[in-house]
């Protein structure tokens, strides 16, 4: 499965951005599609996910302000992003993982926070 991300940009501190992530499959194949993030010099890490039953789970570091969804006629998974903080600026991929299958990443999309 092919997965491309787009909507990140540059967005000052307390604003709000949506990530999208196309598929070129069924998301609902996956067992877990989920966002990572990864800024410079720092492991990448799930900032959210979403299970094929629908079932999210978050960071603590974005619960309350992040949002993952999904759109399964549009095979597009989203993250809904608000009250962006700088801490939040990070390179932020989209996974999707089915045990055995496959482990497919995209290529990422660039997030900017300015205080």
């Known amino acids: 499965v092919q997965l491309a991300e787009s909507g990140g940009g540059l967005v000052q501190a307390g604003g709000s951005l949506t990530l999208s992530c196309a598929s070129s499959?069924?998301?609902?194949?996956?067992?877990?599609m989920a966002w990572y993030r990864q800024a410079p010099g720092k492991q990448r890490d799930r900032v959210a996910m979403?299970?094929?039953?629908?079932?999210?789970n978050y960071a603590d570091a974005v619960k309350g302000r992040f949002t993952i969804s999904r759109d399964n006629a549009k095979n597009t998974v989203y993250l809904r992003m608000d009250s962006l903080k700088p801490e939040d600026t990070a390179v932020y991929y989209c996974n999707a993982y089915k045990p055995l299958d496959y482990n497919s990443w995209g290529p990422g999309t660039q997030v900017t926070v300015s205080s």
């Open positions: 979403i299970t094929r039953g629908g079932g999210t």
């Open positions: 499959g069924n998301i609902l194949d996956p067992n877990v």
